[in-house]
Structure formats: structure tokens, C-alpha cells
């Protein structure tokens, strides 16, 4: 009989959370359960660090979130950032003028350590913080700062991302939901990379981990854990990446293929 996995690692928006954006009962339940016997379950999420701070009560006794597509580890209880994967300034100006030219008419927002600036006709999917800067993004770039560029075009959402991923170099590209909205960050930077290093540092093999996710930017991490699923509704590249199907997020599927690999009842 296989052994439970040592290490759960799960998306959040469209996999481990409702479709209202919250954690429900049940699987608040298996996530406490879970932190009881001492299985770490990390959040992997495109999510920048400002929208992870709700979720705190949600995040284990080990405190690790893996955010902005693998760009930070960050330690919700110490409000630390572990380790921050920066894209150099020239390699995001560059991918800039490389989607200018290749998509005319996209417009570009950025996260940073240093927190959200956008463009001005750059469409958020929620309200920017106060004091956002705004202007041409080729103004907003810093070194040793930028954790994710992003971009939307007028473009079919999978058509965009496909043109941006042949006309940039030096950087992942990819997408954490349908808007079409793409992402870049540093080359090498994933969610799948930054997992690897805290599994390593936890000292569990890929094999022992379980991984979640329903969207592209959840396919490296997908194709790299031991055992992984899509839940209902997933993207065709995540799909394609899994070994397994969960139900959807909003029939808790993480939590009750949890129940079944930890034999919760």
C-alpha cells in the first residue's frame, strides 16, 4: 500500500478555495487535521503577498505560502519574506518592448516587493491599494524588486499567452486564470521551483508530495509532485499535467481526496 504523501501543496483560486473566495467548513477541517499530525499544506498561489493575509487562518502552524507564482516564500505568521526570486529590470523592460511589438495595444502592470503599480488603462481584477503609482510601466520597473509582470491585450486569453511566450526571452510565462491576463517572472521562477526548494529544505522527496491546481501556472507544479490532481473545470494544460481528476473547488475536491490519501473518514 503507498504511503501517505509528507508534503500537500495546493492552489488556492478555482482549486482549495469556493468560488466566493472562501475556505469552507470541510475543508477547513481537513486542513487542521492535517496540521495536527504534521503534514505541512502549503499554498502555492499566484497571488501576490497583500491578498494572502486573510487567509491566515487557514495557512498551517508552519506558516509557509509559496506566492506570486513561485516568486516569494513568504512566512504569513512573521509577516516575512523568506526568499524573494526578483526578474532583473532589464529582462522585464525588455519582455515589455518585445509584447509591445509583437501585441500592439497591451498594457502592463507590475507586483514588487515594493507593492502594485499598473498603467492607467491596465484593468485590475480588484481595486488597486491607495497610492498605487501609475504611468507607463517602462517608468514603474526597479531593480531587485519586480516579482511579476503582467500584461492583458485584447487578444483570445490562450492566444495572447501563446504569442507572448514566443516573443519573450529570459522569463516564464503563463496565466493564473481566464481574464487574459498573462504573467511573467524571472526565468526559472514557478511555482514548481520555488516548491522544490522548500520541499528540499523540509528534506521530502517530489515523490511525497501531492500537489492541486486547475490552471497553467499550476502545470510544472503538477507534472513535478509525485502524485497530482486537476480538479473539475481545470485548464487543458493542467490536465495534461496531472496524474489525477478531483472534483471541483466548489464540491471541496482538495478536501476530499485529502480525506481518502490520509484515510480522515
Not at 20 to 26: E, I, K, N, Q, W
Not at 231 to 253: L, M, Q, S
Amino acid at each position: 500500500m503507498r504511503r501517505a504523501p509528507r508534503l500537500v501543496a495546493t492552489d488556492l483560486d478555482g482549486t482549495l478555495l469556493r468560488s466566493d473566495g472562501t475556505v469552507s467548513a470541510r475543508t477547513a477541517a481537513v486542513l487542521a487535521e492535517l496540521d495536527a499530525r504534521g503534514v505541512p499544506v502549503v499554498f502555492v498561489t499566484a497571488r501576490p503577498i497583500r491578498w494572502i493575509a486573510e487567509l491566515a487562518d487557514a495557512v498551517g502552524g508552519h506558516g509557509l505560502v509559496v506566492c506570486s507564482n513561485g516568486a516569494v516564500l513568504l512566512h504569513l505568521h512573521r509577516e516575512e519574506v523568506e526568499l524573494a526570486r526578483t526578474m532583473p529590470a532589464p529582462v522585464a523592460l525588455a519582455a515589455v518592448a518585445a509584447i509591445r511589438a509583437a501585441a500592439p495595444g497591451a498594457v502592463f502592470a507590475l507586483e514588487g516587493l515594493s507593492g502594485f503599480a499598473k498603467e492607467s488603462a491596465f484593468v485590475e481584477r480588484t481595486p488597486a491599494p491607495p497610492g498605487s503609482p501609475v504611468g507607463p510601466v517602462e517608468d514603474l520597473v526597479r531593480e531587485d524588486d519586480v516579482l511579476k509582470l503582467m500584461a492583458r491585450s485584447s487578444l483570445p486569453p490562450d492566444a495572447f499567452r501563446a504569442v507572448v511566450t514566443a516573443a519573450v526571452r529570459d522569463a516564464e510565462v503563463t496565466a493564473s486564470d481566464r481574464s487574459g491576463l498573462v504573467e511573467l517572472s524571472a526565468d526559472g521562477v514557478t511555482k514548481a521551483s520555488t516548491l522544490a526548494l522548500l520541499a528540499a529544505r523540509l528534506d521530502v522527496d517530489p515523490v511525497d508530495v501531492v500537489a492541486f491546481g486547475d490552471m497553467p501556472n499550476d502545470a510544472p507544479m503538477l507534472a513535478w509532485a509525485g502524485r497530482s490532481y486537476a480538479v473539475a473545470d481545470a485548464h487543458p494544460a493542467a490536465i495534461a499535467a496531472a496524474a489525477g481528476r478531483a472534483p471541483g473547488n466548489d464540491d471541496d475536491g482538495v478536501a476530499r481526496v485529502l480525506a481518502d490519501l490520509f484515510d480522515l473518514g
